[in-house]
């Protein structure tokens, strides 16, 4: 028989995911314009009410009644469908992702996540691999060659970054002996795995960015090579979908950063009151989102070619030793007592100062060979 109650509560989750989500993208780009102008000694958004709190309904209702394009030879039913392959996997992402423990609720036991499954990382993993169709068939159907450009430009950087990505997830399934979510976030009650892990927390932080396509790694949007990338045809509430996708996985990513590096929804009386792991998850979430933009408002753009290097000769290598380090640390604790587990970080940040000598090394020989 049918547990209707059940049944509602996951609906009741669901929407409350989907509206979290869609709020958070539109106050996302306040937020990110806002702070942009504070370090850039701007004004910013301050006209669409109180401090500009209106700015992004303002941008909504501009967007859904601009004009919608398509091009005559688009392929239109692939130019339509790509925006929605982009913006879903972003939201389905979250519904794996837990905010807390279990709470009571109208005397109903009620676990703060959608769908705690024993998979989540290798779930994360394939859902997040999705969009990238979304991006290459936006380039493709848009029958323009600087979309396409774009596009596929767009696609090797995220396919190239997605190796260490996956390597990273490694590293927390190893650290945590589990790949489910909860039972990581529950395994660094006693440690965040950021200091277990602190080199493979920065490679986590630094491939997100560039799987989101955030500065330094926005290729898409680099209007003075490619027009536009990928979404060059695109206007109206298309082009707001990928937009929204954007920023929807900046949410998300730093969500999943927060649950596999900082602890998740744990913190002070989370025992005693199970409703603070929502709080805790969202001032994390917030500390990450203003890490991110920080980075675009100081560095520039990386150029293409060293864009690929970065993430083919430095991070990927630079994630594989990080696996090799975790798994003979976690072995040699095993064996010889736990006093080793601090061999980890150690040996990894030693591994990172390594890379770092060997990059510097490699720019100095260039630079000086076109002196």
């Known amino acids: 028989m049918i547990d209707l109650a059940l049944v509602l509560e996951w609906v009741i989750k669901s929407l409350v995911v989907i509206f979290m989500l869609l709020g958070g993208f539109a106050y996302l780009t306040w937020f990110e314009r806002r702070i942009l102008a504070r370090m850039q000694t701007r004004v910013g958004p301050n006209r669409a009410g109180w401090q500009g709190l209106l700015q992004p309904v303002a941008d909504a209702v501009k967007l859904v009644f601009k004009e919608e394009l398509i091009p005559a030879r688009a392929d239109k039913v692939i130019f339509v469908l790509a925006p929605i392959l982009t913006v879903v996997p972003a939201t389905v992402l979250a519904v794996v992702i837990p905010f807390g423990t279990q709470v009571i609720l109208f005397g109903r036991q009620v676990n703060l996540a959608v769908a705690d499954i024993n998979v989540g990382i290798l779930f994360l993993m394939a859902v997040a691999s999705v969009a990238v169709y979304g991006i290459v068939l936006a380039g493709w159907s848009?029958?323009?060659?600087f979309a396409l450009m774009g596009g596929m430009r767009s696609t090797a950087q995220m396919i190239s970054y997605e190796l260490a990505l996956g390597l990273s997830f490694v590293l927390v399934a190893l650290m945590a002996d589990s790949l489910q979510l909860s039972e990581i976030v529950e395994a660094q009650r006693t440690m965040w795995f950021v200091v277990l892990q602190p080199v493979g927390a920065i490679v986590f932080l630094i491939v997100t960015l560039a799987e989101v396509n955030r500065a330094p790694f926005d290729m898409p949007e680099a209007e003075q090579e490619l027009a536009a990338g990928f979404h060059s045809e695109y206007s109206g509430m298309k082009f707001a979908l990928f937009f929204m996708a954007e920023y929807q996985k900046m949410i998300v990513i730093s969500i999943i950063a927060v649950t596999l590096f900082f602890?998740?929804?744990?913190?002070?009386?989370?025992?005693?009151?199970?409703?603070?792991?929502?709080v805790y998850v969202l001032g994390k979430v917030v500390a990450l989102l203003f890490g991110m933009v920080w980075i675009r408002a100081t560095l520039p753009r990386i150029r293409y070619d060293r864009l690929?290097?970065?993430g083919w000769k430095v991070l990927l290598p630079l994630v594989l030793g990080l696996v090799l380090i975790t798994a003979t640390g976690i072995l040699l604790a095993d064996e010889f007592g736990n006093s080793l587990v601090w061999s980890i970080p150690v040996v990894s940040i030693l591994?990172?100062?390594?890379?770092?000598?060997?990059?510097d090394r490699s720019l100095r020989r260039k630079f000086n060979a076109l002196r």
């Open 142 to 145: 848009s029958n323009n060659k």
């Open 263 to 278: 602890g998740g929804y744990l913190g002070p009386f989370i025992g005693r009151f199970p409703w603070l792991g929502p």
């Open 308 to 310: 690929m290097d970065l």
């Open 351 to 359: 591994a990172g100062f390594l890379t770092v000598g060997l990059v």
